[in-house]
């Protein structure tokens, strides 16, 4: 992945060192986006109406949270490489939004060791990467992309951009009010329709990932030879029957939250080959 010299984010938080402390995730002020939301909610699964949705597509302030920050910001490579996916993830949401008569706010991503305070209770390592809707905030531990070489036997770069675009995804999901929409669904299911709603909202988030992938390489010609092979077999590796089936040799597809392996792989390839929103409407999809 080619991203040397390219515009740094500065809406990184670096709380490694500071005393503080999954892959998924679903708060802040909304923004509307007339018929995009209407096309990406899926009305028909909630029983709202359009109209209805939109009345609802605005919040009020997140709640503050007390944390503790480097006075000097790492530097190194893989905090630059952060920095700059986290950049290239600003400038197509951006360029979205602002397609639809929007403005985007892009979330800050803090970077922690071990565990730190979120306004979604204390975040761990072992969670993984996450978004917390109500402070906008992406939370990572960089021991996870090496835990992706590790486990997952999964190297290169554009994999990791791969997993912060994927909670830039449920941000962009939390912007948009869809994320409030399914956990209230949610609340009136089962827990194995709760689930299949889950895994809707984390495919779509892979979808938009791809998207973003698209758009960054028309803009930015980030992408090398074996990346985008990398990055599917990121999302095969994280799919909830492959970490089933190697945590404890059985796979129970109503438990599913993420999506199979398959699934994960197809909804981040259909937005990588579209690079348009309006493909990642997993909610309407007969199949996943």
């Not at 699964?45 to 997140?62: M, N, Q, W």
């Not at 939004?97 to 979330?107: I, K, S, V």
Request: net charge negative.
């Amino acid at each position: 992945m080619k991203w040397e010299g390219d515009r740094q984010s500065d809406n990184v938080e670096d709380r490694r060192g500071g005393g503080g402390g999954g892959f998924g995730g679903f708060g802040g002020k909304t923004v509307g986006i007339g018929t995009l939301v209407i096309a990406l909610i899926g009305g028909a699964i909630f029983g709202v109406d359009p109209g209805t949705i939109l009345a609802l597509l605005g919040g009020g302030s997140p709640a503050p949270v007390q944390q503790q920050t480097q006075t000097v910001p790492a530097n190194d490579r893989e905090t630059q490489f952060v920095r700059t996916t986290l950049a290239y993830t600003e400038d197509v949401w951006a360029a979205l939004f602002r397609e639809q008569g929007a403005q985007y706010t892009p979330p800050r991503l803090v970077l922690f060791e071990g565990a730190t305070p979120t306004a979604c209770g204390t975040g761990q390592s072992a969670a993984g990467p996450f978004y917390c809707p109500p402070d906008q905030k992406v939370y990572i531990d960089l021991s996870f992309f090496r835990l992706m070489q590790q486990r997952f036997k999964v190297s290169g770069e554009f994999p990791q951009a791969y997993v912060i675009a994927h909670e830039v995804g449920h941000h962009v999901q939390n912007l948009l009010g869809l994320s409030d929409k399914v956990h209230s669904a949610q609340q009136r299911l089962s827990e194995s329709e709760g689930n299949a709603l889950s895994v809707r909202l984390e495919l779509q988030a892979d979808c938009f990932a791809g998207v973003w992938a698209n758009r960054t390489n028309q803009r930015e010609q980030i992408l090398e030879q074996g990346d985008v092979e990398a990055a599917l077999a990121a999302a095969s590796a994280i799919g909830d029957d492959a970490l089933q089936k190697q945590s404890r040799g059985v796979v129970v597809p109503d438990s599913f939250t993420h999506g199979s392996s398959a699934q994960r792989v197809r909804w981040f390839r259909r937005g990588l080959d579209s690079g348009q929103v309006e493909s990642c409407n997993t909610f309407d999809a007969r199949e996943l």
